[in-house]
């Protein structure tokens, strides 16, 4: 069962979106994961629209403006305004790394070409999204895998996509969405591997040690 779920302030700024687009695919995907979420977002959505609705009803309406509504009433009871076209969902999409093969959630799915890193058993693939510091990827631990003991300098934002994985704290479920601060330090491992998406916003301090491989890790894993 999921236990780790988005706050309700990101929930809320999610509904009216306010969001990065990093932080929106978190939101969204662990959404589709996750019912209670959805729910919250979709009565958040329903109390956003309602009161941007009053607002609208509240501000008097200059002649211009109503002018301009007339207009839009008689087109639309003319048929001259074609309908907006019906979104189709996307098909399917599937990314292969590491022998293993996963389904993307939808929030995901225009992502499936990407370019993979890889040190050890753990893989990388960064998204295109131009957010500056904050960096948002997928990111593959193998079987057995484990990331070495790290703090980081800002946020960590985890969202389990399949598979497990444990560290200090406990165990994790495909839904589970983690965020850590600077203060917590962790070693994550997994048993039967895992499909994770990731937003950092900067790199990863390593605990125990500074090596080569260590920093090749942060490289690949921030
Ligand atoms: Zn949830």
Redo the contacts with the bound molecule.
């Keep these: 069962m999921?236990k780790h779920?988005?706050s309700d302030e990101l929930l809320l700024a999610h509904a009216g979106g306010e969001l990065p687009a990093s932080m929106t695919i978190a939101v969204a995907a662990?959404?589709e994961m996750?019912d209670?979420?959805a729910e919250k977002v979709a009565q958040y959505e329903i109390t956003l629209s309602d009161s941007a609705f009053d607002e609208t009803l509240n501000v008097e309406t200059s002649e211009s403006d109503s002018a301009v509504f007339a207009t839009m009433m008689a087109a639309i009871t003319r048929g001259d305004i074609t309908p907006v076209t019906k979104m189709t969902a996307s098909p399917e999409a599937h990314i292969d790394v590491a022998g293993e093969r996963y389904t993307l959630p939808v929030a995901l799915r225009r992502y499936y070409q990407l370019g993979w890193s890889s040190v050890g058993s753990i893989s990388r693939a960064r998204l295109p999204l131009n957010e500056g510091d904050t960096r948002a990827s997928l990111l593959h631990i193998g079987m057995n895998g484990t990331v070495p003991s790290h703090t980081h300098k800002g946020m960590e934002l985890t969202l389990l996509l399949s598979g497990h994985f444990e560290d200090e704290k406990g165990t994790y479920v495909p839904?589970d969405?983690i965020i850590l601060d600077g203060s917590t330090n962790h070693t994550p491992h997994t048993h039967d591997g895992c499909l994770c998406y990731t937003v950092a916003d900067a790199p990863l301090h390593f605990t125990k040690g500074v090596s080569q491989l260590l920093n090749a890790v942060g490289r690949v894993i921030y």
């Design positions: 999921i779920h988005p662990h959404c996750c209670t979420c839904g969405f």
